[in-house]
Structures are given as C-alpha cells and as structure tokens.
C-alpha cells in the first residue's frame, strides 16, 4: 500500500494500462478484463486487475495532467513492480488528415514543461515510445477498421490554453494531437527502464471544432483499448 494506491503487494499486474479517467478504468476493466477485481480507490481513483487472455492486468486511473499521472506511475513502477504501461486516452486532433475516432499512436511527446523537467536543467530531453510496444501497437492497429496515425504528439500542461500561438507551430511541425500526460510517462520510463505507450483515440479536432457525443466515446474507446492489450502481449 502507498499513499495514493490502496492496493497490497501482489495485487498489481506487471502490465498496467493508464486511462486519465478512474470510470474510464471501471469500464475498460468491466468490458475487456476477466475476474476484474477493485484493488484501488484511494482519492476515488479506481484502479482494477484482472486476465486478459490469460495475461494478467491492472487497468489504474491516473487523473488529469502529467502532476497526477507522475504520482501513480511513480508509484506503480517504483512500489508496485510494474514494467509496462500503456496510457490510454483521449486527444484533440491538430492534423487535417486526423479525424475524430482516428487512434494514434504517439512516438514522441514534445511538451513545454512537465515534473521531470527541473532535473535535466538546459537540456531538453526528447521523450519517446518503447519501439517494441510501438510496432507491436501498429501491427494490432492494422487488422481492425480504425484509421491510425504513427508521430508526434504534444502533452499540455494546462487544459484552458491561452496560447495559440504555440498550437500554430506544433500544427505547423506535424505534430498529430494534443493531450496532457504521455510526455511524463515517457520519461518516468526511461528513467526507471520500464516500456511506455500511449494510444489516444482522437475525441476532438482543434481545426474543424468537431467533437465526439459523450454517449459515443466509449464505443469509440474499444479499438484503443484492444490495441493496447494486443500490443502489450504480442
């Protein structure tokens, strides 16, 4: 048990999968895992473990932005053993060619600052996808009926942005989406040795203005959640 995880030893998977929403964890939990089991509501904070074709998961909430998302990866790596995990979430789309239900898969996480950032001081570290679990992403990717983007996202640290000026160069250098945390789960990785990813269903579009119904996301969310499975398991 640690401060922001109820869970005791051996309660938690090796392979976690982060949604920033804990109800997104309870569906995610009730709908793909079997013998899914409640192991965590500190702060309300739902976090679950169950099978997933025989492979054993915790499916954990992170809450929203990289501050949160630090405290339980922090703890799920460094406590709980944990060696991969996968963040699986929203993000607004920054790209024409992507579209709302679109999933990417994010290689890089360019961010302007984040947790981590005081400890490298004047470098700017690049933070990056496990290959394995990128390709393996991109294979579980290609046998399902969803448009995928493979590239550069960028990780907010604020949801009410007041500087379009910023969105205008990371549209203008490619990069495909916008969220709030995968740059911190990159580095927390690579700081500790373990295997990140995030797969992000595209919810929004910062061009068109389009935006998912609410009673529509969670269909959409299927085909990232699977993807995330499939790849942490191939």
């Not at 630090?70 to 790596?77: C, H, K």
């Not at 495909?176 to 690579?190: D, F, N, P, R, S």
């Not at 700081?191 to 990813?197: E, F, M, N």
């Not at 061009?207 to 699977?226: C, H, I, K, N, Y």
Request: proline letters at 3%.
């Amino acid at each position: 048990m640690t401060v922001h995880i109820g869970a005791a030893k051996g309660e938690i998977a090796e392979t976690v999968l982060m949604p920033g929403d804990p109800y997104r964890a309870k569906w995610a939990a009730e709908t793909f895992l079997s013998d899914a089991v409640l192991v965590n509501e500190v702060r309300g904070m739902l976090g679950y473990t169950g099978t997933w074709n025989g492979h054993r998961v915790t499916i954990q909430g992170s809450g929203m932005g990289m501050p949160s998302l630090s405290i339980y990866a922090n703890e799920l790596i460094r406590d709980y053993g944990a060696k991969t995990l996968i963040r699986i979430g929203s993000c607004g789309g920054m790209q024409e060619k992507v579209k709302v239900r679109d999933v990417i898969l994010a290689m890089t996480a360019t961010t302007v600052h984040s947790p981590s950032s005081s400890i490298f001081r004047e470098v700017n570290f690049a933070p990056c996808a496990d290959w394995g679990l990128l390709q393996a992403a991109a294979k579980a990717a290609a046998t399902r009926d969803v448009a995928t983007h493979v590239g550069g996202i960028y990780s907010s640290d604020v949801f009410y942005d007041e500087r379009p000026d910023l969105n205008e160069q990371m549209v203008r250098h490619g990069i495909l989406g916008v969220e709030m945390e995968a740059a911190e789960l990159y580095t927390l990785a690579a700081r500790y040795g373990c295997r990140a990813l995030a797969v992000l269903t595209v919810s929004d579009h910062l061009q068109t203005g389009e935006a998912l119904p609410s009673d529509q996301r969670e269909r959409s969310f299927g085909d990232m959640v699977e993807i995330a499975l499939e790849a942490a398991f191939r």
